[in-house]
């Protein structure tokens, strides 16, 4: 099972060099990939409860937010190996043509190392700050879909649809991976899961308990079939968000929240599921707020994974 840990981008310890320096003890303890996540804002009076904490309230942490893609374009200067991730952009927001540039320039300069992970996000607060109508967000979702694997894969490129068109047009580089990079992809929703059926190589659920995990994994790689792809390649690639706990939190806790011996039965457990990869995100880890505990949870995580 490969290993993913987030990069300090967001909140307090986001910056330069504790990225680098994440990066670089990734790379040498043989993590597979790095992650970013996006947020663009954090709103004084939500229009909406955050569905992750208890009262609904947003994470300090979304106070603070590095870009995502030019995050990941700096790491990956830093390193040579390792790949380079989204969990996830909120593709509704972005138009597909300049998506495809930047993306596209961050797998030339990794040298193939991207992958792309794609969500639809859940704030109204952002897609009124971003300019994106909240009413077509599925419809914006598919149609970003549809135009980047049009990008990607085809030469001369053109897209007809209702949000986004694209004349018959040559675009270039074409991405380093053939015939594209990975697409990752957040969904819990029974259309978010159907689109993870249509267009992604991997779904990547986060906060879903795990026994859940391999029944809808199986639906996906179902529906996957009625779309004439090979569902069996669409891998689990379970994001564990880690809350670490002195002592053990009742049967009610979230995954990945508790003691270190907690954490690691749910590693177990999410091997047992199936998970080809687990991505450990300590930013919302109120004991996490320096570099410094960055690193100390990098290599914690790595001895409840592998056990060395």
């Known amino acids: 099972m490969r290993l993913g840990f987030f990069l300090p981008q967001l909140g307090p310890a986001a910056g330069p060099d504790a990225m680098t320096d994440i990066a670089r003890r990734a790379e040498e303890r043989g993590f597979d990939s790095l992650w970013v996540t996006e947020r663009i804002l954090w709103p004084i ?8 904490s208890a009262d609904g309230s947003l994470p300090e942490v979304f106070k603070i937010n590095l870009d995502p893609v030019a995050a990941l374009a700096y790491v990956a200067g830093q390193t040579s190996r390792i790949r380079v991730g989204t969990s996830v952009l909120n593709l509704p927001w972005y138009n ?3 998506l495809a540039r930047s993306l596209t ?3 030339v300069v990794s040298k193939g190392r991207l992958i792309a992970g794609f969500g639809m996000g859940w704030s109204p607060d952002e897609y009124e700050a971003a300019g994106s109508p909240w009413h077509r967000r599925g419809r914006r979702m598919d149609e970003n879909l549809e135009a980047l694997e049009a990008i990607w894969t085809t030469d001369p490129v053109g897209y007809e649809g209702t949000d986004f068109r694209i004349p018959r047009s040559i ?3 074409k991405p380093v991976q053939n015939p594209r990079p990975p697409i990752y992809m957040a969904a819990y929703t029974e259309p978010a899961l159907a689109r993870v059926a249509r267009f992604a190589d991997a779904w990547m659920p986060v906060g879903v308990p795990i026994p859940a995990m391999t029944g809808m994994l199986e639906g996906v790689r179902s529906a996957a079939a009625q779309h ?5 390649a669409i891998e689990l690639v379970v994001r564990a968000n880690v809350y670490l706990t002195d002592r053990p939190l009742g049967d009610d806790r979230f995954p990945f929240a508790g003691t270190p011996d907690q954490i690691a039965a749910d590693v177990a457990a999410s091997r047992e599921a199936g998970a080809a990869e687990i991505t450990f995100d300590p930013s919302f880890d109120p004991g996490v707020t320096t570099p410094a505990d960055f690193a100390s949870r990098l290599d914690l995580f790595h001895e409840i994974a592998t056990g060395a």
């Open 45 to 52: 009076e939500p229009q909406v409860p955050y569905v992750a």
């Open 96 to 98: 597909p043509v300049l």
């Open 105 to 107: 320039t961050l797998d």
């Open 171 to 173: 675009i270039g580089p």
């Open 228 to 232: 004439g792809r090979d569902g069996s």
